[in-house]
C-alpha cells in the first residue's frame, strides 16, 4: 500500500511536471490527536484544516488548493521523529506544521533543517529558538513575563513564589521572572520545580505558606497540575495570595477547574476567545461552524490558524512554494490580521511580534481580559537571533542561571 | 523547625498516604486474592471518576453519585473477568498483557466519549488553619475514608461467607469446587470488587484529582509498587507499603523538593525488594 501511494505520487509528480507550472502544494500537519496531550494537538489540527479550507475557499495558494497530509504523533517524541521524515522523504511537502512540546520541536527542528523546507511551531514555548526553517508563531516566555510580571507587582507586592514544571519551559520561565522580578525591583521568595505525575501538591501549598509571598507564578503543564490550582484555592491561600500564569487557559484549565477555584486567578497569553475584534468574531464563527462551541478555542489553534495564513500568504507574495524564495517573503515583514490582533513576522528572529493579553478567571469556568499589551516584540530573540545577518545560525539561546 | 509547620506536614503526609491507599486496595484485592495483577486499574479509577462526575452532572449530590461510580465500575469488572480474565488464569504474564491493552482502549473510549477536557466538580472549599499555616479539608477527610475503606475490605473478606468463599477458591481450588463452591463466580465478584474500589477510589477523589482521561496513569505506577512490594499478604501489606512509601515520599517532599520525594519512593521501593525478593509481608502468618 505505502509503496503503490508512493508510485502514485510520483506519478502525479512526473504528471504534474510536465503540465503547467501551477503544482500542487502539499502541507503536512503532525500534531497530538491522540495520548494526554491531545487537548492541544485536537484543537491544532482542527484549525490548521479551517485554515486550509478557507484558503482554498478562496481560491487557494498558486491559484491551486493546497492538499493536506496529517499525522498523529500520539504524544509520544518517537512518533514526531518518525512522520518528520517520512513527510520529507515519501510525501515531499512543501511546508511542515507541528508540535506542542518543546521537546518535540528540538526533534523537528534538525530534520527541516535538513531537508530545507519551512517549518512551523506553534504553541507558547520557553523561547530562544532559532533557524533559517524555524518559524514560531506562539508566544515566548519572556514576551509573556515581561508583560506579566511588571503587571503583577504592580497589583500584588514585590515577593514572588515559583511553582513550575520539571523541565525545560518551566526551568526556563523560572530564569526570566527572576531577570523581570529583579527590573520591578521585586524578589522570587521561593521556587518548586514539579514533575508532571505529581498529583500531591500538600508540600507545595506548605512551602508558599512558609515563604509568604504577595503571588505565586505557576505554570502548571497538564491535568495533573492543574489539582493544584484546585488545592490552592481549598487551601484559602487564594484570600492572601495572587496566582498569576503564562500557560493557565492554554488547554482549557478554566474548564476542568471549578468556579470556586477558578475565579480570579490571572492568565496571560498570546489569545483568549474573549478577544474583542471582528477578525477573532469572525474566526469563532467559522470554527463553530465546523466544529461546534462546546469547548473554548485554545491560544495553540490560533497560533497555527496564524501560521498557515502567513506561509499561504508568503507562497503567494513569492510566486512559488519553493522554499528559499517563501522565507525571503517570510523575511520581509509579512503580516496578517489574525483573531488575537495584528500579528507581523520578525524577519531576524522568525518569532511573532503580536498582543498580549491578562485575563482574568471568572466565576463560569470563562475568562475577562483585565489588559491588552499591543504589539510586544520577542525583544529577547530578536537580541539573540538574527537570521538575516546570520543565516546559517541554528541555536536555542536561554538566558544564564543567575 | 516551627511546632505548627511540622504538625502541617505531618497532617498533609498522612493524607497524601491516605490517598494512594485508597487508589491502591482494589489492586491488592485483586492481586491477593486471584494472584491477577490489573493494568487496567488506573483505568477503572478513571471511569470511576467519570461516573461520579456524570452522575452530578445529572443532578446527584456528591454522596449518592459515589455508590453509582462503584455499581457502574463493578459491572464493567464483572464483564472484563468474564470475557478476558477468566480465560487466562494462572498466565500472570499474559493477564498483564491483556489488561494492559484493556486500559489503552478505555483510555480512548474516555477521549472519544467525554473528550479532553470536561469541568471539575471543585474541592469543597474547608479547610483547617494550625498556627500560620492552613490546609484544605477534604484531602485530610481521605485519612477517615481510607481508614474506614480498609476495614470495610478486611471485614468483608475475613468475616463474610464470601470472604471464606473468595479464600478458598483461590487458596484449594479443587477442594472448594468439591465441597460445592462455585469458584468461577467467586472470581467474577472478587474482580468486580477489586474495580468497584478502584471506581470508588476514582469518585471519592474526584474533587482532588480531576476527571481526565490520563488520571489513571498518575496512580497506577504508585499503586502497583506498593502492592508488589507488599507481597502475599496483600490487603495488610499494602496497607503498610502505601502508608510507609507514600509518607515518606510526601514528607521528603515537603522538606526537600518533590523530585527527592520521588526519588524516595522509588529507592525505598528498590531497596525493600532487594531485602524482601517477595514482598515485605514473605514470612508473615496473617491471610490477608
Known amino acids: ?402 | 523547625m516551627e511546632p505548627d509547620y511540622l504538625a502541617t506536614v505531618l497532617l498533609s503526609s498522612v493524607s497524601s498516604a491516605s490517598i494512594l491507599l485508597i487508589a491502591t486496595i482494589g489492586l491488592a484485592v485483586v492481586f491477593g486474592l486471584m494472584g491477577v495483577i490489573n493494568l487496567a486499574h488506573g483505568e477503572f479509577l478513571m471511569i470511576g471518576a467519570y461516573a461520579a462526575l456524570t452522575a452530578t452532572q445529572r443532578g446527584l449530590p456528591f454522596a449518592l453519585a459515589i455508590p453509582v461510580a462503584v455499581v457502574i465500575t463493578m459491572l464493567i469488572g464483572a464483564c472484563v473477568e468474564v470475557l478476558i480474565i477468566r480465560r487466562l488464569y494462572g498466565r500472570l504474564f499474559d493477564t498483564m498483557l491483556a489488561t494492559w491493552g484493556l486500559s489503552m482502549i478505555f483510555y480512548q473510549l474516555a477521549v472519544l466519549i467525554f473528550g479532553t477536557v470536561t469541568p471539575g466538580i471543585g474541592m469543597p472549599q474547608f479547610g483547617i488553619t494550625i498556627g500560620r499555616y492552613s490546609l484544605a479539608g477534604y484531602p485530610l477527610l481521605m485519612i477517615a475514608v481510607a481508614a474506614l475503606m480498609l476495614a470495610f475490605v478486611y471485614g468483608l473478606l475475613t468475616r463474610t461467607v464470601y470472604g471464606m468463599k473468595a479464600r478458598a477458591a483461590i487458596q484449594q481450588p479443587e477442594i472448594a469446587q468439591a465441597i460445592g463452591i462455585e469458584s468461577a463466580r467467586v472470581n467474577t465478584m472478587t474482580f468486580a470488587i477489586g474495580c468497584g474500589l478502584a471506581g470508588f477510589a476514582g469518585a471519592v477523589l474526584l474533587p482532588i484529582v480531576p476527571a481526565t482521561p490520563a488520571m489513571g496513569f498518575a496512580f497506577v505506577v504508585k499503586a502497583f509498587l506498593a502492592v508488589v512490594v507488599a507481597g502475599p499478604v496483600a490487603l495488610t501489606g499494602s496497607a503498610l507499603t502505601a502508608i510507609g512509601l507514600g509518607g515518606g515520599a510526601s514528607l521528603t517532599a515537603s522538606f526537600l523538593t518533590s523530585v527527592a520525594g520521588d526519588a524516595v519512593f522509588f529507592v525505598a521501593t528498590a531497596a525493600l525488594l532487594w531485602l524482601f525478593p517477595l514482598g515485605i509481608s514473605a514470612s508473615w502468618r496473617r491471610r490477608m
Request: hydrophobic share 45%; proline share 4%; with cysteine.
Open chain 1, 1 to 402: 500500500m505505502k509503496s503503490s501511494l508512493f508510485l502514485a505520487s510520483l506519478s502525479m509528480a512526473a504528471v504534474l511536471g510536465a503540465g503547467p507550472a501551477h503544482a500542487e502544494t502539499r502541507i503536512a500537519a503532525i500534531f497530538d490527536l491522540t495520548g494526554g496531550l491531545n487537548i492541544y494537538g485536537i484543537q491544532q489540527n482542527n484549525a490548521l484544516n479551517l485554515a486550509v479550507e478557507s484558503i482554498n475557499a478562496a481560491g487557494g495558494v498558486l491559484g491551486a488548493p493546497i492538499k493536506v497530509v496529517t499525522y498523529d504523533a500520539q504524544s509520544e517524541l518517537s512518533k514526531y521523529t518518525q512522520y518528520a521524515n517520512t513527510v520529507v522523504l515519501r510525501d515531499r511537502v512543501d511546508v511542515l506544521f507541528a508540535g506542542l512540546t518543546s521537546s518535540s520541536r528540538e526533534a523537528i527542528r534538525p530534520i527541516a533543517r535538513k531537508a530545507n523546507i519551512p517549518y512551523f511551531y506553534s504553541s507558547l514555548y520557553e523561547g530562544g529558538a532559532c533557524d533559517k526553517q524555524t518559524f514560531v508563531t506562539g508566544a515566548s516566555a519572556s514576551q509573556q513575563l515581561s508583560v506579566l510580571i511588571d503587571w503583577a507587582v504592580k497589583k500584588y507586592g514585590k515577593k514572588i513564589y515559583v511553582m513550575a514544571p520539571d523541565y525545560n519551559f518551566g526551568t526556563i520561565s523560572a530564569r526570566w521572572i527572576e531577570h523581570y522580578a529583579r527590573q520591578s525591583g521585586a524578589e522570587v521568595v521561593g521556587q518548586d520545580f514539579l514533575a508532571l505525575t505529581v498529583t500531591d501538591y500538600a508540600p507545595t501549598i506548605q512551602k508558599i505558606q512558609a515563604a509568604r509571598p504577595d503571588f505565586v507564578v505557576a505554570l502548571p503543564v497538564g491535568a495533573n497540575q492543574t489539582g493544584f490550582l484546585e488545592q490552592f484555592a481549598a487551601a484559602g491561600l487564594k484570600k492572601t495570595i495572587g496566582l498569576v500564569s503564562t500557560n493557565y487557559g492554554s488547554g482549557n484549565q478554566q474548564i476542568v477547574l471549578s468556579p470556586d477555584a477558578g475565579k480570579g486567578l490571572i492568565g496571560n497569553a498570546e489569545y483568549f476567545m474573549a478577544v474583542d475584534t471582528p477578525a477573532n468574531a469572525a474566526f469563532i464563527k467559522q470554527w463553530a461552524a465546523k466544529y461546534g462551541n462546546d469547548t473554548p478555542v485554545i491560544s495553540a489553534a490560533v497560533d497555527v490558524w496564524n501560521a498557515v495564513h502567513l506561509w499561504a500568504n508568503a507562497v503567494n507574495k513569492a510566486g512559488t512554494a519553493k522554499t528559499g524564495p517563501v522565507i525571503a517573503a517570510l523575511e520581509s515583514g509579512a503580516t496578517f490580521d489574525a483573531p488575537n490582533g495584528p500579528v507581523k513576522l520578525e524577519a531576524g528572529s522568525h518569532d511573532l511580534r503580536q498582543n498580549i493579553y491578562i485575563a482574568e478567571g471568572d466565576d463560569k469556568h470563562g475568562f475577562k481580559i483585565v489588559q491588552v499589551s499591543k504589539d510586544v516584540a520577542p525583544a529577547y530573540e530578536n537580541e539573540k537571533c538574527d537570521l538575516v545577518a546570520h543565516p546559517a545560525l541554528a541555536a536555542h539561546f536561554s538566558p544564564d542561571k543567575q
